[in-house]
């Protein structure tokens, strides 16, 4: 949510930023809220200029009835009330319109940083770097749910019945593994002088309105029927809503929060084959990291969180890539954002593990999320991204660490959380 002071000012610059999300359809709202805001404006003006006038009026009566000029007080006292109920009406337009403004304002996209290459969709990403040299075994990898049932570690038709599909029970070594990544990816993140938390797992309409746009909200988040709230579909979402309506002292900055939180989401469309098993499901796991700042270290903070993703997975021995996002595959309230891709020695690709965003003031703006400077208060930059996201992160681990004899390493770094286990077999 861009600033409407900004559009005001730059309307063609707000249009030329449509027009590099592909998103025409939404050009003709920047004059339509442009229209709508001064009508606003004028409106609030004359109420303005109404409640002045009240206490001035007021006063004339006063002085009038000291006078015995009660005709002249009377006719004063009429003008008083044709006065209010003018300002009623005017209230009641200006709430109107102060709506209408909103909800336009609600679905024009951020501004996106210049560097963002411009692109219709997640085919014209750009890769940025590999770390690791990526390996085709000399053996076959079996699809990673076929690994999994060599351990008796996963049974999807049980999840089934209990659930229906996008569903899994994880079971022994392969359940282990599960919370031994969730367990090391918390402790490496508090090791990098992050604060660990566990949110909660539903918020309110206010909040998911505050982190995410509508089109991600209807293809994602589950509604508890009768009440306000949604399960989160990540934990970024009620971890930048922790600051909802707060003024924070600019010496508190920044926070660099690491949180752990089940995710739930409807994952709408149909999918590819590669996105069976346990690709794409309803309910996962993941530990999340987020970041509030001032705006000129946003830029800075962004390097340092998806660098961050690509040390975890290095340090696990699974070669990986960034994708910097085309400006056509960013979400409306992203600024810029970096996808981390993990290599899959069975697909012979790359695939999609993690997701580092900027989202500029967009989320302060929403959530009203301040910081009280020595200038003044200004709204703050958040961040986000994720550490790991099993079972997704256990593809890319089992694919990676899988042996000639079906046995899987455990690279040393794990191995505290998994009992000191070298392989399991």
Not at 310 to 332: H, K, Q, W, Y
Request: aromatic share 8%; charged share 30%; glycine share 6%.
């Amino acid at each position: 949510m861009i600033d409407i002071r900004f559009l005001r000012e730059h309307p063609e610059e707000v249009k030329e930023n449509i027009k590099k999300k592909f998103q025409d359809s939404k050009l003709p709202l920047v004059d339509e809220v442009i229209a709508l805001d001064q009508a606003r404006r004028d409106t609030q003006k004359e109420a303005d200029e109404l409640r002045s006038s009240r206490n001035t009026l007021s006063r004339q009566i006063g002085g009038l009835m000291k006078e015995g000029k009660k005709e002249e007080a009377e006719a004063v006292k009429k003008q008083v009330t044709e006065n209010a109920e003018r300002l009623a009406a005017l209230e009641a337009k200006q709430t109107e319109l102060e709506e209408k403004v909103n909800k336009i304002m609600m679905v024009i996209p951020q501004m996106i940083d210049p560097s963002v290459p411009v692109g219709r969709d997640d085919s014209e990403n750009v890769e940025v770097q590999r770390f690791g040299e990526p390996v085709v075994p000399d053996f076959e990898i079996p699809y990673h749910t076929e690994i999994m049932e060599r351990f008796c570690g996963i049974d999807l038709d049980a999840a089934g019945r209990v659930a229906g599909n996008g569903f899994y029970y994880l079971m022994g070594d392969i359940a282990r593994l599960h919370s031994a990544v969730i367990s090391y990816a918390r402790d490496f993140m508090i090791d990098r002088g992050f604060t660990y938390c566990v949110p909660p797992f539903m918020i309110r309409s206010n909040v998911v309105t505050g982190v995410m746009s509508f089109a991600e909200m209807d293809a994602m988040m589950y509604k508890i029927e009768g009440e306000d709230l949604y399960l989160i579909g990540t934990s970024e979402h009620s971890m930048i809503g922790k600051f909802i309506d707060q003024i924070v002292p600019e010496e508190k900055l920044p926070y660099t929060l690491t949180s752990y939180s089940p995710c739930f989401r409807k994952e709408k469309g149909a999918h590819g084959i590669e996105e069976r098993g346990v690709y794409r499901i309803h309910q996962f796991e993941k530990q999340e990291m987020i970041v509030v700042c001032k705006p000129e270290e946003s830029p800075m903070w962004f390097d340092r969180l998806w660098q961050n993703t690509v040390d975890l997975f290095r340090s696990m021995d699974i070669p990986v890539r960034t994708l910097e996002c085309c400006s056509g595959d960013l979400a409306d309230l992203k600024v810029k954002s970096v996808d981390v891709e993990a290599w899959s020695p069975r697909q012979k690709k790359y695939f999609e593990v993690g997701s580092c965003s900027n989202l500029g003031d967009a989320q302060a703006r929403r959530l009203k999320i301040r910081v009280d400077g020595k200038d003044g208060k200004y709204l703050a930059h958040t961040l986000n991204n994720t550490v790991v996201a099993p079972p997704r992160m256990l593809i890319a681990f089992l694919e990676n660490n899988l042996q000639a004899d079906g046995s899987v390493r455990i690279p040393e770094v794990l191995r505290p959380y998994m009992g000191g286990k070298t392989e399991i077999r």
